[in-house]
């Protein structure tokens, strides 16, 4: 019974059959947006007009589909695919590379008769035969007179290999899927943080309690006035403040510290600093504003304490210059950073204070996943190796000759035909 259960495993249909399960639960995974709020599968899959006409959000909340790849049974998919695998490997593919190592002699002509290539002499020489085999790197086994040769054994392993570096891959998927975590943060310069605000963790994710500080954040722009880069210098802390690690981040270049990637993705700019005539140093906030081709903050710089009164500040860049408009929306002139503006009321514009946009994910699985995807393509490599056999049996003093090979026929077959020239 266990015999039975374990060729089952083993069969290459029931491996196809769950290999399929988890491409079509990928492609559901795909087309439904996955870790989103409530309200947006409310709005894109409501109960009234139900997608092909049973998708709904209430199907996708009751079945996991925002959520596939860290739901029970799409990771119970990938555990039997791996247990496949191992049970394939144990049972069949190691077995099978122990029989390619034994000697397979050819004792009677009779065997010949099934092989693919096979040729007949007279009064032939064996030892220049042998110096030929030899020569070609074969490995040469004799009884007397019969010859057993054979090369690239280690085409045979790839299979092996293959196996293997799919059952790392799903291991470190499984293991980035319960122990992973996916933050968002939005941070004012010179400001520390903690990681809070999570938008996708795995059922046995522990959140690590590290602080971190951005010291600084900018933005660097082209000839043309566009966005060439933005770069946020972050510190790692311990917990009493002190500094661990400091590094620059831009897009495509994050930190890592102990697993932990902190990546650049957005950007904002949340207040003014200015300073009135009386030296006097104000904060006012700014409020974006909706643009489809660039951002737009605005903010409105009062002149007495009812806020009646004032100037309207428009900037949309870091650059360190602003518009400035009157409560009429008239426009007075640019402003630079400490530059005094002297209109009706006198002021200049010390900081533009900005925050940036960190992602901060861990994924514990990755060196898995990176390590069976080496191994897999080493597997792709020895693959080209061809495992060849050769036999050879003197029958009184006729000679038979008879070869096979896994891949690549046409070469072997002009080697096999050298040969026995």
Wanted: proline share 2%; aromatic share 16%.
């Amino acid at each position: 019974m266990k015999q039975s259960i374990f060729k089952s495993l083993a069969d290459l249909r029931f491996a196809i059959g769950i290999l399929l399960l988890i491409a079509c639960s990928s492609v559901i995974g795909t087309i439904i947006e996955q870790d989103q709020s409530l309200e947006t599968y409310k709005l894109n899959y409501p109960l009234t007009n139900r997608i092909f006409g049973f998708l709904s959000w209430d199907i996708i909340l009751k079945f996991g589909f925002d959520h596939i790849y860290k739901t029970w049974w799409f990771i119970s998919f990938i555990i039997l695919f791996g247990i496949s695998l191992l049970t394939c490997t144990l049972i069949q593919q190691v077995p099978s590379l122990k029989i390619a190592r034994r000697c397979q002699f050819f004792r009677t002509s009779n065997q010949f008769q099934k092989l693919k290539l096979f040729r007949q002499f007279e009064n032939s020489n064996l030892t220049k035969f042998f110096f030929k085999l030899k020569k070609n790197k074969y490995s040469i086994f004799q009884q007397k007179n019969i010859l057993y040769c054979y090369k690239g054994i280690i085409g045979k392993i790839a299979p092996i290999v293959v196996h293997f570096s799919m059952i790392l891959i799903l291991i470190g998927s499984v293991i980035g899927s319960l122990g992973g975590f996916k933050a968002q943060e939005i941070i004012p310069k010179t400001e520390t943080f903690h990681i809070q605000n999570i938008l996708s963790a795995g059922q046995l994710t522990k959140i690590p309690k590290i602080s971190t500080r951005v010291n600084d954040f900018w933005i660097t722009y082209t000839k043309r006035k566009a966005i060439n880069q933005f770069y946020s210098d972050i510190s790692i802390l311990d917990n009493t403040g002190n500094e661990i690690k400091r590094k620059t981040i831009y897009v495509n270049s994050p930190a890592n510290f102990n697993g932990i990637k902190y990546y650049q993705t957005d950007w904002n700019l949340i207040g003014l600093r200015i300073k009135n005539n009386n030296s006097v140093v104000l904060q006012y906030p700014f409020i974006s504003l909706l643009n489809q081709r660039e951002k737009i903050w605005i903010s409105w710089i009062s002149m007495n304490q009812n806020f009646s009164d004032g100037f309207t500040i428009l900037i949309n860049n870091l650059q360190g210059y602003c518009s400035v408009y009157n409560k009429f929306g008239l426009f007075l002139g640019n402003l630079e950073l400490n530059e005094t503006f002297e209109k009706d009321f006198a002021f200049s514009i010390l900081d533009i204070i900005s925050s940036t946009g960190l992602q901060v994910k861990m994924d514990p699985g990755i060196p898995l996943i990176y390590t069976g995807f080496g191994f897999l393509m080493l597997s792709t490599l020895i693959s080209y190796f061809t495992y060849s056999q050769i036999w050879v049996v003197q029958d009184q003093k006729k000679v038979f000759i008879g070869g096979n090979t896994t891949r690549a026929i046409l070469d072997f077959e002009l080697e096999f035909f050298e040969l026995s020239k």
